[in-house]
């Protein structure tokens, strides 16, 4: 047996060196291959095909990218492949969204593809392991399998599969602690370099139809209609370790004439919202719903006579969504 586990790592090691190519597996390799890729989704211009799917959910899309530089800033394109035409464009800090009378996802992120900006501020290494887990393929490409794994099952884990000679990410899956995958994203063909004639074309053209168009902030949850900074009268009595206050803020209601207080908090890769607004309805409802990473869980606090809606939403696992909502309480009691 033993002879047969040495044969087998023997194998694997010259696979790996016949590739030109052999993984040190410390924590500090995986950190700056993890720093590597951020820095290449925005340095690097490309074009290409991705596929993403969310829960049952599959899209299969068209990407185009122009690195930022001393002239132009950072520019990106999006085509809906699949159902009726759609597109979205950012341009600098603009995003234009045009769905021809559908919905479209509003990646309201620094890049339009989700993933790359979860990792734009690093990994702590209290709450999630990096480990450099192999070589593969993806889109043709050699591609290096980079794992962050979550240290408790209050948050999602990730396997990115990143280019050998670009760092640029090829392909991610985001995973439960049962290993089931949440979201996946995956590049089916894919250019590296300078653009053709015809992709700088599309990213000069603006549709006439456009549906509407965003003013990207430092913190795109907060609205222009915020009140940020704003002292919340509500807190959660349960947070996963490694969870922080980022905002709070006050906004109008959509559905009312009470105001809403929100929460963010994040860990650095995950984030969730915490909305708090009087309910005049007093009816005691619950609900819980996930929608690929996203859950989104509404639950009923009374106080006295006085009922308040409560609601989480974020890309955390369901139960963490739950045991959230079911935490808050008003700042004048205490956890």
Same mark, same amino acid.
């Given at each position: 047996?033993?002879?047969?586990?040495?044969?087998?790592?023997?194998?694997?090691?010259?696979?790996?060196?016949?590739?030109?190519?052999?993984?040190?597996?410390?924590?500090?390799?995986?950190?700056?291959?993890?720093?590597?890729?951020?820095?290449?989704?925005?340095?690097?211009?490309?074009?290409?095909?991705?596929?993403?799917?969310?829960?049952?959910?599959?899209?299969?899309?068209?990407?185009?990218?122009?690195?930022?530089?001393?002239?132009?800033?950072?520019?990106?394109?999006?085509?809906?492949?699949?159902?009726?035409?759609?597109?979205?464009?950012?341009?600098?800090?603009? =995003?234009? *969204?045009? +769905?021809? @009378?559908? %919905?479209?996802?509003?990646?309201?992120?620094?890049? &339009?593809?989700?993933?790359?900006?979860?990792?734009?501020?690093?990994?702590?290494?209290?709450?999630?392991?990096?480990?450099?887990?192999?070589?593969?393929?993806?889109?043709?490409?050699?591609?290096?399998?980079?794992?962050?794994?979550?240290?408790?099952?209050?948050?999602?884990?990730?396997?990115?599969?990143?280019?050998?000679?670009?760092?640029?990410?090829?392909?991610?899956?985001?995973?439960?602690?049962?290993?089931?995958?949440?979201?996946? =994203?995956? *590049?089916? +063909?894919? @250019?590296? %370099?300078?653009?053709?004639?015809?992709?700088?074309? &599309?990213?000069?053209?603006?549709?006439?139809?456009?549906?509407?168009?965003?003013?990207?902030?430092?913190?795109?949850?907060?609205?222009?209609?915020?009140?940020?900074?704003?002292?919340?009268?509500?807190?959660?009595?349960?947070?996963?370790?490694?969870?922080?206050?980022?905002?709070?803020?006050?906004?109008?209601?959509?559905?009312?004439?009470?105001?809403?207080?929100?929460?963010?908090?994040?860990?650095?890769?995950?984030?969730?919202?915490?909305?708090?607004?009087?309910?005049?309805?007093?009816?005691?409802?619950?609900?819980?719903?996930?929608?690929?990473?996203?859950?989104?869980?509404?639950?009923?606090?009374?106080?006295?006579?006085?009922?308040?809606?409560?609601?989480?939403?974020?890309?955390?696992?369901?139960?963490?969504?739950?045991?959230?909502?079911?935490?808050?309480?008003?700042?004048?009691?205490?956890?």
């Amino acid at each position: 047996m033993k002879q047969m586990q040495w044969i087998t790592k023997k194998l694997l090691v010259s696979c790996f060196l016949a590739s030109g190519f052999l993984f040190a597996q410390t924590t500090s390799d995986a950190v700056d291959l993890l720093e590597r890729m951020s820095v290449s989704a925005k340095r690097l211009s490309f074009q290409g095909e991705f596929v993403y799917q969310q829960g049952a959910q599959l899209q299969t899309l068209s990407v185009i990218h122009q690195a930022e530089d001393q002239t132009a800033s950072e520019r990106e394109r999006i085509f809906y492949l699949d159902g009726a035409p759609r597109e979205v464009i950012r341009s600098g800090n603009e =995003l234009f *969204f045009s +769905s021809y @009378n559908e %919905g479209v996802t509003k990646f309201q992120h620094g890049s &339009l593809m989700p993933v790359l900006s979860k990792f734009q501020s690093g990994v702590s290494e209290h709450f999630y392991d990096l480990k450099i887990a192999g070589v593969d393929r993806v889109a043709g490409r050699e591609a290096v399998l980079l794992l962050v794994l979550p240290k408790d099952r209050f948050r999602y884990g990730y396997q990115l599969w990143l280019d050998r000679e670009s760092s640029l990410l090829l392909k991610s899956v985001l995973v439960d602690d049962q290993g089931k995958i949440i979201e996946r =994203l995956q *590049f089916t +063909s894919l @250019n590296i %370099g300078n653009l053709s004639n015809d992709d700088l074309a &599309l990213l000069d053209h603006k549709p006439s139809n456009v549906d509407e168009t965003i003013r990207l902030r430092s913190n795109p949850a907060i609205g222009l209609s915020d009140k940020p900074g704003a002292p919340s009268k509500w807190q959660t009595g349960w947070l996963p370790a490694g969870f922080v206050l980022e905002n709070s803020s006050i906004r109008p209601s959509p559905m009312s004439q009470h105001d809403v207080d929100a929460l963010i908090f994040s860990d650095g890769i995950a984030n969730f919202s915490v909305f708090v607004e009087q309910d005049d309805t007093r009816v005691l409802s619950q609900a819980s719903e996930q929608i690929g990473a996203l859950s989104a869980v509404s639950k009923i606090y009374r106080e006295g006579n006085q009922y308040f809606h409560v609601t989480v939403v974020g890309d955390i696992p369901l139960g963490t969504a739950e045991r959230v909502a079911v935490s808050v309480r008003p700042v004048n009691m205490k956890p």
